[in-house]
């Protein structure tokens, strides 16, 4: 055994997610994202003297459904405790938090991680608020429109409703922490409790990351990785920081218990300060919250109407749509594409064909036009009336992807777009034998190919009479007057085959 193999890794996970709300954890603010600075800020989240928290049920709703989508134990009684530190985003120097006794216990979440399944116990769930948003040198310069080196504060986000989901260090590499967030990114969009926009911070993580020799059970010194929001950074500083660790011990040289951050620009972690111990935060009860009770019913009812999570879905999809395995992990990645794809079979399409459309034709346009999953533009009857089309043989694949596409950017109709613009499939035998007889004379080369036995100079002269008919011509008549035509043709004298 030689190098970093000489050394095994253990990773937890730490993920703090935005609940879905209308207001803020404590108070009436509006839980908004994308506001001017500080406009979504009143006294109590401001920690004002003198004001007093208002638990939000909605945010202790919808921590209970994520804890029950996640297999955990919702606690009768919890308890909001604060959490003491002083730091410019926190206005009260103090964070309402959940510390010894948190919303939910245990759970665990099966992923798919290098083509096996893994779990993952779960240590807790707990509520609590978030901080504001530091910005420092050219954020902050760009977000105040002041040139210079400085550091400026948005409270807005301060008094968000989180849950803070907190896994067992049991992950051993980057690539299930990824798988593993990827999953539970799906089960919480799917129980409908955040929208999990990385992009926007609702959902961030930290990492917890030991060393240790290979063989050897006892876990390492555990370093802390704060702030990390992509998946895609997750994995490339858990990366980092392995090897970090693992060049240390090569070395003989300690690993220190620390909080680090990653520097994406260089794909390197870098000492943050000095990994704080629960002490340091000298939790305490809030004196200013009663004990969160959740009634037996109220939980019995949550229970009873909690939304289809993932997995059950890829069931349905491979069980009543007989879609594969790929198409259903694909489209239940993704929950807007799995209502768009799952309205068009409502609508009467059929599913394996709509499965096609939406996953490949509908997510080339997706990625091609920078649009967000949550923003598809066209209604799903728009694809079922194109499939149609497609079916009836008014249009040919190209020409229901051109069709799509306009679509797609005009909100137009897909027979709206075929009548004003005119543009049918061309099905008469005459003129479509007329391009045959045009694209073997311009090709006898080809032509004779096939004749020998060379089956794919026969794709080469089909594409050729689909481009001469800008896409119109039906590929299933195309091929079968080709194979007639080709049947009786003989290569011109002199021909180089």
Known sequence: MSGMSRYAATIGLEIHVELKTRTKLFCGCPNRFGEAANRLVCPVCLGLPGTLPVLNRRAVELGIVASLALGCQVAPESVFARKNYFYPDLPKGYQLSQYEQPLASGGQLTFAAGGEARTVRLRRVHLEEDAGK????????????????????????????????????????????????????????????????????????????????????????????????????????????????????????????????????????????RKEQADDYRYFPDPDLLRLRVDPDWLRRLRDQLPELPAARRERYRRDFGLADEDAEQLVAGLPLARFFEQAVVLGADPRTAANWTLVELGRLMNAHDRPADAIPLPPGHLVELLTLLQSGTLSR?????????????????????????????????????????????????????????????????????????????PAVVNRILRERLADFTAPAGTDT
């Open 134 to 273: 530091s910005l420092h040198g050219d954020d902050a310069a760009r977000a105040s429109g002041i040139p210079g080196h400085h550091s400026l504060v948005d409270f807005n986000r301060c008094g968000v409703p989180l849950i803070e989901i907190v896994t067992e260090p049991e992950l051993s590499t980057p690539d299930e922490a990824r798988a593993f967030l990827e999953a539970l990114k799906q089960v919480l969009e799917h129980a409908g409790v955040s929208d999990v926009k990385l992009q926007e911070g609702s959902l961030r993580c930290d990492a917890n990351v030991s060393v240790r020799p290979a063989g050897r059970d006892e876990p390492g010194i555990p370093v802390e990785i704060k702030n990390l929001n992509s998946f895609r950074f997750v994995h490339r500083a858990a990366a980092h920081e392995i090897e970090r660790q693992s060049a240390l011990l090569a070395g003989g040289k300690p690993i220190e218990r620390e909080t680090r951050q990653y520097l994406e620009s260089m794909g390197t972690t870098e000492t943050l300060r």
């Open 398 to 474: 190209p020409l229901a992807r051109t069709v799509l596409e306009d679509s797609f950017l005009s909100g137009r109709s897909p027979r709206a777009i075929v009548a004003a613009s005119g543009v049918t499939q061309l099905t008469g035998e005459a003129e479509v034998a007329a391009m045959v007889d045009q694209v073997i004379a311009a090709n006898p080369g080809p032509a004779a190919d096939y004749r020998a036995g060379k089956g794919r100079a026969l794709d080469f002269l089909v594409g050729q009479v689909m481009r001469a008919s800008h896409g119109r011509a039906n």
